[in-house]
C-alpha cells in the first residue's frame, strides 16, 4: 500500500525559506509524475511543481519559478520541495500527490495525480 507523508511546514517571514519533504512509502511506480500542490482557503488546489521519475525532468509553476526547486532522492524514497524568498500569497496547506498510472491529464491539473498525502501547512507572515 502507498503511503505520502509530508513533513516540513511551518511558519515564516517573508523572504524566508522551508524544504518540504514527502516519504513516498511503497511508492515504485515508473514513467509518472509525483508533484506537489497548495492550497489557500477559499481557493482551488493549485500545482506547483512536479517531477517525472526516472528522466527527473521537472515543471514548476509560473508563479512560484526561480524560487521553489523539486527533487526526488531515490535512495530513501522521499520527494522535496525547496522554497525559497517566500512571499505571503505561498501561504496554504501544500499537499504532495503521485501517480499510479498516466490518464492524459497535465501534470498541474489535481486530476492528473491518484495518490495524495495529508498535507502540511505553509504559513509566510511578517
Known amino acids: 500500500q502507498v503511503r505520502l507523508v509530508e513533513s516540513g511546514g511551518g511558519s515564516v517571514q517573508p523572504g524566508g525559506s522551508l524544504r518540504l519533504s514527502c516519504v513516498a512509502s511503497g511508492y515504485t511506480y515508473t514513467r509518472t509524475f509525483m508533484g506537489w500542490f497548495r492550497q489557500a482557503p477559499g481557493k482551488e488546489r493549485e500545482g506547483v511543481a512536479a517531477i517525472y521519475t526516472g528522466t527527473d525532468i521537472t515543471h514548476i509553476a509560473d508563479s512560484v519559478k526561480g524560487r521553489f526547486t523539486i527533487s526526488r532522492d531515490y535512495s530513501v524514497n522521499t520527494l522535496y520541495l525547496q522554497m525559497s524568498s517566500l512571499k505571503p500569497e505561498d501561504t496554504g496547506l501544500y499537499y504532495c500527490?503521485?501517480?499510479?498510472?498516466?490518464?492524459?491529464?497535465?501534470?498541474?491539473?489535481?486530476?492528473?495525480?491518484?495518490?495524495w498525502g495529508q498535507g502540511t501547512q505553509v504559513t509566510v507572515d511578517s
Open positions: 500527490a503521485g501517480q499510479d498510472h498516466w490518464n492524459g491529464e497535465s501534470w498541474h491539473r489535481p486530476a492528473a495525480y491518484q495518490l
